[in-house]
């Protein structure tokens, strides 16, 4: 069968697409990324946001409109928290529930009795990542969540915390490198929380990722600050690790923090910045930030602006609050007006813009090694270890996607946003 893979969301959602199509391609189906022509669609939902949840109604009915004939499967955020609504939904075929999501391809297979050619099953991998234009692959290793951060309703969409066995993780890692892969992202809903379950953690995954496969470069998802044990940083002595983190803060204001029911406080933030960058070379962090939380007063939004200066972030993501019925923030009082939110929004973009020009500054007459992903205009595109965007000048006819050269830094692109150079010897 000829099967279409869409999803909306976090990289978690786009971890588990990677793997639904390994999974149906080993059980000799073939994927499409053309909606109209495909026998089967599988929708991969969130609900992060009410625009989340509206974008997520969209699609599906987008799908069934596209591609009539086709056999319909919902899962994800959205479809978990409104089964009934999702099922109902036009064209429908199949709703699964986040907790079964890990088994869904099986679960397809039984239900809608999808037929099976087990020759394209035995035949080598020819419709990888690589094949979809991709150097860099995400790796679900846990889902669920503890926590109960008032404006989050993805953790009750999750449900309790449940993390893979490493050994399953380093066969993914292997499997992955095998078909070119030079870079992967461990990523998760609360990849802090890895292991509880199972009695590891995430330091000794990575550990045991570095130890076992010979990955070139190993990331992290968006981590909590709480979950950083201070050993933790030991963990960058090995080259492959890259020195990045994407650490959320939400709001540089305590009590802003404190009705989000966020377990870091600024201070508390402020010295694991000063930890990390006194002992990773190179150390870049970048975080979220929630514009407009109910209750958000000038002094408060001006507590951000101060603060995300003095971290000095290498990039920002900007969330207007939007909120979200069934969770504990959506009944506050004192609503931020949309034209406030917007107001800060934009104030924010600009300072996360000027910062951003003045980290990569520190960089110019460096070379840097730069996964290249391939060609944005005339030049090549790529990422340095710290996860700063590089453009890399085209002057040969040799091709350097998916390869880690070294990069002469010779200054900023025109708009300040990104590091320009030339491929060095």
Not at 91 to 115: A, E, P, T
Not at 182 to 193: F, K, S
Request: a negative charge; hydrophobic letters at 35%.
């Amino acid at each position: 069968m000829r099967i279409h893979l869409k999803t909306l969301g976090c990289r978690l959602n786009e971890a588990e697409l990677e793997t639904w199509s390994r999974e149906f391609q080993a059980q000799g189906h073939s994927m499409t990324a053309d909606a109209e022509t495909a026998d089967l669609l599988v929708v991969n939902t969130c609900a992060v946001t009410e625009e989340a949840v509206r974008k997520s109604r969209k699609l599906l009915g987008r799908a069934s409109r596209q591609n009539p004939n086709a056999r319909l499967v919902v899962s994800g955020c959205y479809a978990s928290l409104d089964p009934t609504a999702t099922a109902e939904a036009e064209g429908v075929d199949l709703v699964i529930d986040n907790r079964n999501k890990d088994r869904l391809v099986d679960i397809v297979s039984q239900q809608l009795d999808l037929d099976i050619m087990p020759q394209s099953a035995i035949e080598p991998d020819t419709t990888g990542l690589l094949e979809r234009g991709r150097q860099r692959a995400f790796i679900k290793v846990q889902d669920g969540c503890r926590y109960r951060c008032t404006f989050c309703i993805v953790t009750l969409a999750r449900g309790d915390e449940r993390s893979r066995p490493a050994a399953d993780i380093v066969s993914e890692i292997r499997h992955l490198q095998r078909e070119g892969i030079q870079e992967v992202v461990l990523t998760g809903v609360h990849i802090g929380g890895y292991g509880s379950d199972i009695g590891s953690s995430i330091s000794s995954l990575i550990r045991q990722v570095l130890t076992e496969t010979d990955i070139p470069r190993l990331r992290i998802g968006s981590i909590e600050p709480w979950d950083l044990p201070e050993s933790f940083w030991s963990l960058f002595e090995n080259p492959r690790f890259m020195p990045h983190l994407h650490l959320p803060l939400q709001s540089g204001s305590d009590s802003v923090l404190r009705r989000m029911a966020r377990r870091c406080r600024t201070d508390e933030y402020r010295e694991l910045i000063h930890q990390a960058r006194a002992q990773v070379p190179d150390f870049n962090v970048t975080t979220d930030i929630i514009v407009g939380f109910p209750g958000e007063t000038e002094s408060e939004w001006q507590q951000t602006l101060d603060f995300v200066q003095e971290i000095g972030f290498g990039h920002l993501h900007i969330f207007a609050y939007s909120p979200r019925q069934g969770t504990k923030a959506a009944s506050m009082p004192d609503p931020v007006s949309r034209e406030i939110k917007r107001q800060r929004s934009e104030a924010l973009h600009s300072l996360g813009q000027t910062i951003n020009g003045e980290v990569l500054q520190k960089y110019a007459g460096r070379s840097l090694p730069v996964l290249i992903e391939g060609k944005g205009g005339q030049n090549w595109q790529g990422y340095s270890p710290n996860y700063l965007r590089v453009s890399v000048s085209n002057e040969t006819a040799t091709c350097f996607e998916n390869q880690i050269v070294n990069v002469a830094i010779t200054g900023l692109s025109a708009d300040k946003q990104q590091l320009f150079g030339s491929v060095s010897d």
